[in-house]
């Protein structure tokens, strides 16, 4: 766990727990993105499947042990055209967390080429789940089932998974690494116990920078760009276009041809070419790319209200301020921007139409940027 940023006291606990052969048969890692859960949950792992076989470690850490097994989000490709379960993809699963263990679903999804799909835990994973754990462990102690992104299982995977941890097998533990516990079926969470990851901290990424060469002052910056998110801090650093600057870039081209779209049908089709922009990217990124814009109004309406200790946005672009764009986010307008973002993510969960939802949302927005406080 040495190579884990922060989280001290959630460290002790889960080897206080193996060495106290107190593990619990199911557990929810819940944590946001960049947050380590999954590098967590892939050490706790090996603490319990080397506490009798310290030789068991170096096949964790190449995450070929045969008694620990994984789950995550699949979608066909040019590789597997059919039925993709987690078992497919296991070459791939391995170099992106050697590469990526901060990693986030999207930058799964682009590793796997299938950043414009939207990748799900199926029945047929459910299925895979049951037939590898109902096999006795390679070495005779325990078999580790991570799930990673948990949420994204599907009706039919949820129910399956329920009835496993409903009558769990002995010596059988169930890692669940999830963002958003309010995506699991209540009847889940109640049966697992539940560990809560808070946002690293500034300190923890700065140091981990500063190892890998950055400049003390240039850490101390992107720490706090981060907001407790190391694959965001990695990004930064590597200063290459990450999805937070293409975000940054269609949020500006939104909000200004917004604005000057009220009265001027002209503007209207800037506000069409613009959502024809957004639907060429894949679901996930339409998300995450929504969830962005609600962040940014949300700092606009506490710089407003002189809150100013609580922003932390900064924008690459000099021709942006949010100083200047703060005044038009008001108590008048707030809640409906947040609810109109709300709606529009719901519609992409629900395979929407993406240009008919952005085209919406776009319109929208001109009429809301122009009500008065």
Known sequence: MDNILGYDTIKNYLQASVEAGRIPHAQLFVAGEGQGALPMAIAYATLILSHDNPKAKAQCAQLAHPDLHFAFPTAINDKVKKDPISALFMDEWRAFVKEQPYGSLFDWLVFLGIEKKQANIGVNEA??????????????????????????????????L???????????????????????????????????????????????????????????????RAQGNFNKALQLMNNKESEEAIFERWFIAWVRTAYRARGNKASIQGLLQWSDEINTVGR??????????????????????????????????????????APFIHGGNIEAIHNLLEEAQLHVERNGNGKVIFTDLAIKLTRLLHTKQ
């Open 284 to 325: 996930e990124a339409q998300k995450q790319f929504l969830q962005y814009c609600a962040e940014v109004f949300r700092q606009a309406f506490l710089l407003n209200y002189t809150a100013s200790g609580l922003v932390y946005i900064q924008f690459a672009d000099p021709t942006f301020q949010l100083a200047k764009f």
């Open 127 to 160: 299925k895979e789940i049951t037939n590898k754990l109902a096999l006795k462990s390679f070495e005779g102690g325990y078999k580790v089932m991570i799930i990673w992104m948990a949420e994204k299982m599907n009706a039919e995977a949820s129910n399956k």
């Open 162 to 224: 329920l009835k496993l941890l409903e009558e769990p097998a002995d010596k059988t533990v169930f890692l669940l690494v999830v963002e958003d516990e309010n995506a699991l079926l209540d009847t889940i969470k109640s049966r697992c116990q539940i560990l809560r990851f808070p946002p690293l901290s500034e300190n923890a990424i700065k140091e981990a920078l500063v190892e890998r060469g950055l400049a003390d002052a240039e850490a101390t910056k992107i720490a706090l």
